[in-house]
């Protein structure tokens, strides 16, 4: 079974930054994309970032800008790169991965999750 460890939260001030990084414990055959949703307290998870296989990026609109989705294929790696952070980025990031299946619905991996709280 596939594993996503993220790595790379913690605690910033406002307007500093943070990389997480998110490695998979294999190949992922029939990969669509990889992707970070957050969710914060009391709050659904929500889609942050995500990159496809053919290196397309898509952003939620509140990170546009701020955010940048970057991976490493050698090494099974999908990196976050958040600048600008604010209060209200404050969440549990989980790593996804999706993938293709024949005759079924795309199933997804999932990390377990790193706290990210931006405070002063």
């Known amino acids: 079974q596939v594993q996503l460890v993220e790595s790379g939260g913690g605690l910033v001030q406002p307007g500093g930054s943070l990389r997480l990084s998110c490695a998979a414990s294999?190949?992922?055959?029939?990969?669509?994309?990889m992707g970070w949703y957050r969710q914060a307290p009391g709050k659904e998870r929500e889609l942050v970032a995500q990159?496809?296989?053919?290196?397309?990026?898509n952003y939620a609109d509140s990170v546009k800008g701020r955010f940048t989705i970057s991976r490493d294929n050698a090494k099974m790696t999908v990196y976050l790169q958040m600048n600008s952070l604010l209060p209200e980025d404050t969440a549990v990031y989980y790593c996804?991965?999706?993938?293709?299946?024949?005759?079924?619905?795309?199933?997804?991996?999932w990390g377990q999750g790193t706290q990210v709280t931006v405070s002063s």
């Open positions: 996804n991965a999706r993938r293709r299946r024949l005759w079924a619905a795309p199933y997804d991996y």
């Open positions: 990159i496809t296989s053919g290196d397309s990026t």
């Open positions: 294999e190949s992922i055959p029939s990969i669509i994309s």
